[in-house]
């Protein structure tokens, strides 16, 4: 019998629906994106968030099973994103889910929104172990180790900002339009580094502390306002992602060799950036390790990676039943426990 996973996302401001066929065939993958209308706020508004998956869940389900011509019925299990992220946001996903799983009787699979952005990688290429994964987006910066299949170890993590966070806010300060990773991005091809910003924690760790570099940006800016200097924005944009993506991978790669690593993945909204993605290939095209780098249609949120964890607890049995609560503090470790 065929394993068909329908998978749903809605953790933060993409509505999502994929279905999945044993473990490999991606059926449909669907999704509305709420970014023009956060785009007005600079940012996402959690309560906006919400109100738009409710309006446009029952949608992106008709158009999912449509795309991929196939009934509830024949579905095997219903995943669902179940943290971290916005609580209100993932409500409306796990409703559905809940809703889904009671009437046409599947297991609910409560999946960690984290596993899913690594898990994104094996719509490129099978995860080989020891692998390094390196999340980067708006709500977190994790080094992972992963031995096997569904084994998380975090090795370290930031402190305070996410990466994704500081991109945000340094594009804002700005006055470049969100999602500030992207115009930051594209801008810092016209400028230069001129601006010498500080390296927080730059010890042997694996921790990061990225609120230090955006306060310094901050301060920079309001410091040259006061003066009635002009900011040149390119050569900041420039500036600031050069530190922030050499700080992150100064400090990821070490990994490889303390753990024997033969693969390194990367993971999150962030892992668009064209300056990280070029520098990680740089930096080990002399290695013996395979880098992975996910698609572009992968680093943004989806349901086809989450449908892919699903896939792999579905073979598991890692259900839950339909009291599941939505967790957004859940820690990847805890991925069994909810
Ligand atoms: O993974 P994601 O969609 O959201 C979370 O689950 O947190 O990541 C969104 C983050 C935002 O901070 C956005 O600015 C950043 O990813 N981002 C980028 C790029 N594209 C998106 N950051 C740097 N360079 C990019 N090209």
Redesign the pocket.
């Known amino acids: 019998m065929d394993k068909i996973i329908l998978a749903i996302e809605s953790?933060?401001d993409?509505t999502s629906i994929a279905i999945l066929k044993n473990d490999n065939e991606l059926l449909a993958n669907v999704i509305s994106t709420q970014i023009a209308v956060h785009q007005k706020y600079g940012g996402v508004m959690p309560e906006i968030a919400s109100r738009l998956h409710v309006e446009n869940i029952g949608v992106v389900l008709k158009e999912a099973l449509e795309q991929a011509k196939i009934t509830m019925e024949e579905v095997s299990a219903i995943a669902v994103t179940s943290g971290p992220?916005l609580i209100g946001a993932l409500h409306v996903g796990l409703q559905c889910a809940k809703t889904l799983a009671l009437m046409y009787n599947k297991p609910l699979i409560p999946v960690h929104?984290l596993a899913g952005?690594i898990y994104a990688n094996e719509y490129v290429s099978p995860l080989k172990f020891p692998c390094l994964a390196i999340i980067?987006?708006?709500?977190?910066t994790e080094l992972v180790i992963m031995d096997k299949h569904l084994s998380f170890n975090i090795i370290g993590e930031t402190r305070d900002d996410?990466?994704?966070?500081a991109?945000?806010k340094v594009?804002r300060v700005v006055g470049l339009p969100?999602?500030?990773?992207?115009s930051?991005?594209r801008l810092s091809k016209e400028g230069k580094y001129t601006y010498k910003l500080p390296r927080p924690l730059n010890d042997h760790s694996y921790d990061y502390s990225y609120s230090g570099i955006k306060t310094a940006v901050i301060n920079l800016v309001n410091n040259l306002k006061q003066k009635g200097q002009e900011v040149n924005v390119p050569d900041l944009a420039h500036s600031f992602?050069k530190t922030a993506v050499d700080l992150l991978l100064d400090k990821a790669l070490p990994a490889i060799d303390e753990f024997n690593c033969v693969q390194v993945v990367l993971a999150?909204?962030?892992s668009?950036?064209?300056y990280?993605r070029e520098q990680i290939v740089e930096r080990l095209k002399d290695k013996e390790v395979e880098v992975i780098i996910p698609p572009l249609w992968c680093?943004?949120?989806n349901a086809a990676m989450i449908a892919k964890v699903g896939s792999y607890l579905y073979d598991e049995k890692v259900f839950a039943d339909l009291s599941l609560s939505a967790n957004p503090c859940w820690k990847l470790e805890d991925y069994r426990k909810f």
Request: negative net charge.
């Open positions: 953790s933060c993409e992220g929104h952005h980067v987006s708006g709500g977190n996410a990466i994704g966070e991109f945000d594009a969100y999602p500030g990773g992207v930051i991005d992602q999150g909204g962030v668009a950036n064209s990280l680093t943004t949120d």
